[in-house]
């Protein structure tokens, strides 16, 4: 384990960590349910393209729908059995919306799609370990769900420098990479280098927050002899932000609007490597992950390994049940996570956690006036004016919310966990980030409308100086076929007499 000589943090909060429901309860493989719901739509960027149909057989592992586009992931089946449907299903979101989904009927044997793993996986070409990823519908599993192998790619093309591993974990009630950690330590190991031979990169850091002093132990000593640095960070949130954990542990800052790897560094989530490792060693695709079941209105909080598609409230039956009714059923962790109204939606690649909380729980005071503390200032970790911001959102100026940072913001919550007034800081953010997406959405409508015309008018202009020229070719044509007629039909001119005929005559 390391200690760098100074770590480099700013801002964040200390809320009550909460992890002691579930932190030392071992990883349990979840029973198979009677159906699975996969949704095509499970990372950023394009949804995938299904290449089963209804009906199908398909086995563990093999692929359900393909990746498009040069930004998406492909799906597989997280056990064997049936298609039994493709259509609209609940949303894992908010809005409990609907979303391309195949049903998954189980049959129960767990039998695995053939593949040939390679002889020696630390032998691929870098090319070949992204490709691989990309095939296996890797995403990064701390929640972005970006494409993994995007990320690789880029970064090899970016000639990274630095490659961190974030195994913080900040987020309250969550302990899943933390006993990922403590589990697997050798495989998540395995998994760093097989991305670092992807990537290239000479420095390799695995940050992960002090308060998990088994897990840190585990790494370090699966790390031993690699090159792989294991540093402690602080327990302070969020520490588990991309651009936090870069500044801790570099020292580099990311620029606004701008990405990690423009600074020559790239970080994936400790459980993203475990993932590289089983797809590339193993040959096994993405079709399960650790979440951690927790809350106060849980019976039993534990960290089960869920297949891709599982409903909710099959871990929730797993873990005995609701102790009493929840006040909120959130996906994720209590700071960044979405909040859900029903228990029937399917786990997916990012869902780290299962959180049924009680009203004592997320305690929800009347907002009061904002006092100006600038305890929101000092909590904020990217460094912006939380109070400015949500005040030009209120008064409806968001340029000037933009102009204060809005775009720069993470949505952390740093800024209303700490605000004495309870000012729900954070909403105004998200909603002003809304309103200018829709605001991009439509003028780039507009812009392809004002294009379209355009183009039309060009063409209708072009058309009709076609036709005009058409017309002037006929014209001149046709000028030239009577004038060719006219001189046809007149007789030959009668030739002069020469003087010689003149004489003889």
Known sequence: MTFLKRLHTRGGVHPEGMKSLSEDCPIAPLPLPDRLYVPLQQHIGAPASPVVHVGERVRKGQLMAAGTGPVSAPVHAPTSGRILALGDALAPH???????????????????????????????????????????????????????????????????????????????YLTCDDRLMRERAAEIVDGIRLMN???????????????????????????????????????????????????????????????????GVLVHNVATAYAVRQAIVLGHPLVSRVVTVSGGAVQVP???????????????????GFSQAPARVVLGGPMMGSQISNTSVPVIKGTSGVLALTRAEIGQPEPAPCIRCSSCVRACPVGLLPLEMASRIRAGDLAAAVEFGLKDCIACGSCAYICPAHIPLVHFFNYAKGELAARERT????????????????????????????????????????AAKKAAASPPAQAASTPAETETA
Do not use: H
Request: proline fraction near 6%; hydrophobic fraction near 45%; charge should be negative.
């Open 94 to 172: 908010p809005s409990g919306l609907g979303i391309t989904t195949l049903t998954l009927e189980p049959d129960g044997d767990e039998a695995w799609l053939d593949t040939a793993p390679p002889a020696d996986p630390f032998a691929l070409a870098p090319e070949e370990i992204a490709r691989r990823v990309g095939a296996a519908g890797i995403v990064g599993l701390g929640g972005a769900a970006f494409p993994s192998a995007v990320k690789l790619n880029l970064s090899r093309r970016s000639s990274v420098e630095v490659l961190v591993l974030n195994g913080s974990e900040c987020e309250p």
């Open 197 to 263: 031979l992807a990537v290239g990169a000479r420095d390799v850091l695995v940050g992960i927050e002090d308060n998990k002093p088994e897990a840190l132990a585990a790494m370090t000593g699966a790390a031993a002899g690699t090159g792989i640095r294991i540093v402690a960070v602080p327990a302070l949130y969020p520490m588990g932000s991309e651009k936090q954990m870069i500044l801790a542990l570099t020292g580099r800052e990311v620029p606004a609007g701008g990405r990690a790897a423009d600074i």
């Open 443 to 482: 003028r780039m409508k507009q812009d392809a409308t004002r294009q379209l015309a355009e183009e039309r008018n060009l063409r209708m202009e072009r058309i009709a100086r076609e036709r005009e020229e058409a017309a002037a070719r006929r014209k001149a044509e046709k000028a030239a076929r009577d």
């Open 302 to 320: 534990r960290n089960v390994e869920a297949l891709v598609g599982t409903p909710v409230q099959t871990l929730i039956d797993y873990c005995g």
